[in-house]
């Protein structure tokens, strides 16, 4: 039986370039999945209440987590199948030139030069702009990913799959959701 975790072990560059590729992705999911907060009902809670409820989100992650785990321990093709989307993923991410370790290394020099107090004005305005574009240029890539009709596909049907495995897993999970 493998889980995610024994799958991508042998490859921990792969895992942690999965992350990355889907952190976005995840986060865009959240957003679209969250449910509307009304302003006017958000109150000010008292940083105990605020402590609370991280505590409470921190425990239903961490129970969707082991479910999620022990789902794709029972169900091998779900692994595969997160598997293979990381892989369409990587090739994607290949064909548009998406390398978010590059813009990182690449951000991280300018901010260097930038604080270096030799530079003129008009030297500091181009790193920036350099900056702006590369920035820029990231920023299509993902959503030249996100556009992606077939991959984004593939990524929906995963989660839906792996919500109808973990719910049958754990009956719980429907409320944990």
């Known amino acids: 039986m493998h889980n995610i975790s024994t799958i991508t072990k042998s490859s921990p560059t792969m895992k942690s370039w999965f992350v990355k590729m889907s952190l976005p992705l995840v ?14 009902n958000v109150t ?43 892989n369409d993923f990587k090739k994607k991410a290949d064909e548009i ?9 690449k951000a991280q020099e300018i ?4 604080r270096d107090t030799s530079l003129s004005e008009e030297e500091r305005s181009e790193l920036i702009q ?23 596909a593939k990524q929906d049907q995963l989660q839906e799959d792996m919500l109808v495995a973990m719910k049958a897993q754990d009956p719980k999970t429907e409320q944990l959701v």
Do not use: C, H, W
């Open 130 to 152: 350099e900056f702006a574009a590369a920035k820029q240029k990231m920023a299509e890539q993902r959503q030249a990913i996100l556009d992606d009709k077939e991959l984004m």
């Open 111 to 114: 901010q260097e030069q930038v």
């Open 44 to 86: 000010a809670d008292s940083p105990a209440a605020k402590k609370e409820t991280v505590n409470r989100i921190n425990a239903i992650q961490r129970d969707l987590t082991s479910i999620r785990q022990q789902t794709l321990q029972e169900n091998p093709e779900l692994a595969e199948q997160a598997k293979q989307l990381e």
């Open 27 to 40: 986060l865009l999911s959240m957003m679209l999945l969250a449910p509307q907060v009304n302003a006017s």
């Open 97 to 105: 030139g998406y390398e978010p370790e590059e813009f990182i290394t």
